[in-house]
């Protein structure tokens, strides 16, 4: 997968497709990026066109639908969302993957994933809070 954060991202490559104009968003990715992960990671800022040098949306989504939630893509191409994107992201980053095993147990992401969607409905007022600060 080529992005413009890493031109040279092999076929392994997980990608996440982040909203770059969105302060919490930023801030988590920045906390991701400054770990060395297991595989390698490229990330992709929806928000800005013109940052994505070309680089493809995936087939079939939207960009507004790939901005409303957090999706990553993986190595062969599928697209995960929400909490599964999470967990799948969580998996190659050290300090993060005890988290991935945790939720990869029995009933633990769709519990995540309730817990994701209820942060969507306040994520509007949270940005505007974290934009301020």
Do not use: K
Not at 2 to 27: E, F, K, M
Not at 43 to 66: H, I, K, M, T
Not at 94 to 101: D, F, K, N, S, T
Request: contains cysteine; hydrophobic residues 45%; charged residues 20%.
């Amino acid at each position: 997968m080529i992005t413009p954060d890493n031109p040279q991202a092999s076929p392994q490559c997980l990608t996440v497709l982040y909203d770059g104009a969105c302060p919490l968003c930023r801030r988590e990715i920045a906390v991701y990026r400054d770990l060395e992960p297991l595989q390698p990671v490229a990330y992709l800022d929806l928000a800005n066109p013109s940052a994505q040098g070309g680089a493809e949306l995936p087939a079939g989504l939207s960009r507004e639908a790939l901005l409303a939630r957090f999706h990553v893509q993986l190595a062969d191409g599928r697209i995960e969302s929400g909490a599964r994107a999470f967990v799948a992201l969580w998996a190659q980053l050290p300090y993060w993957r005890w988290l991935a095993r945790l939720a990869r147990l029995p009933g633990v992401t769709p519990l995540l994933e309730l817990v994701y969607r209820g942060f969507l409905r306040i994520r509007p007022a949270m940005q505007r809070i974290a934009g301020r600060h």
